[in-house]
């Protein structure tokens, strides 16, 4: 085989493992689950989730993907040569789930490119086309997914360096300042602090399994856990990085832009309802999901008059940016396998791919009522922590001690002296599958 594609530098890596884990999970889901439960209580619980469960599995599967060298198939096969047939079948289990996730990805991210474009036609008295491209409907779900998807390809088309890495490298930076820029403003609204108040003062009442569940699912999505995303990705990483460190990073950034978004779109609702937008329903809950972006804050942007025209551009540039990043970490993922399983170039692997892809979304866009929802569960709730578990029993029981130590030390000397070598290991073949099981258990 040909020399692989690398990440070229640390940084690069960290901004495109980043923005794969930033995401729309960040910046819709997180503050969207927090408003409906509880605020600060699901705040607490989600970060006992990230650094108890998913910081560690996501070590693990970064140690597969570098270990591996190669396609998650391949490097599920050198962990378990054994079992040919069964690491096939499970790197092919995550490769499919990862490509529903993106077929349902696309479309919500289509919804996005509509807001963002719609006040600009709107300024240029293009009224009818504004509200077509914000207005729910066949058509416009179709068109605008099949634009994102485009967008997608072409960037993974141009491969790990000029592709992936690039685009991340450019993109994160704009989307962490906006992000600053747009807190900061949000702050200085009428309405903000009590927004913050519910976002950061604990309400223990919203405490539940129900709750407790909803964080870890959360928590997987977020870090885009259990599809071999982070496993493709980490077989782009050279042996000198250190996995645990750079690990600890991409989670920290993550869970940093999830919180960053919980101070904007919580304050943001109770702002919007200054300006008189509804943002309680009739039992007197917060308006959770899809209303929230895509009517709360596009609603309170109006309220706001010239300017808000270019906070909403702001806000949908970033949303844009966000799911780019995390889109083309998806279609990476069959896009490796089929250029290294089948010997196919990425030319034509991402175009049938994507193809392929934008099909399913497709035929979701057309039976939306029935699938949609059905989709985002089955890989959500539970392709992701299902394969998640495989990959720590994987881990934990099944690859040699030796071979997972030299592999993370090859980037981390000391390691065998370290707490986290004391720890993890440990923890990925005992906890992680337990409290896994409980979780799953609880629902
Ligand atoms: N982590 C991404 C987000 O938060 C979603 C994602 C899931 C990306 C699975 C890749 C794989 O939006």
Redesign the pocket.
Known sequence: MATRAHFSSRIGFILAAAG???????????PTQAASNGGAVFLIVYLLMVFALAYPLLVAELTIGRYGNADPITSLRKVWPQQRALMGFVGLAGMIA?SL??SF?AIVAGWLLGYLVAPVLDLLGLTAQAQWLEEFGVERNLILMLVFMWLTVMVVRSGVTDGIEKWSTRLMPVLLLLFVVMVIYILTQDGAWEGLRVYLVPDASHLSPKLIVSAMGQA????????C??MVYGSYLDKSANLPKTAAQVALL?TGV?FLAGMLILPAMFVAQNHGVVIYDDTGALLASDTLVFSVLPSMFETMGGVGILVSTLFFILMVI??LT??I??LE?PVSCVIEELNHTRHWAVWWIGGVISVISTVIVFNFESLFGFVITM??AYA?PIIGMIFAILVGWIWHRDKVLNEIKAGYPELEASLFWRIWPWYVRIVCPVLMLLVFFLQ
């Open positions: 794969s884990a930033v995401g729309l999970g960040n910046i819709w889901g997180f990862v996730i993106l990805y997987f999505f977020s870090l885009s856990l259990g599809v995303t982070m993550d999830a966000a799911a995390s889109s970490s998806m993922v890989t959500t992701q």
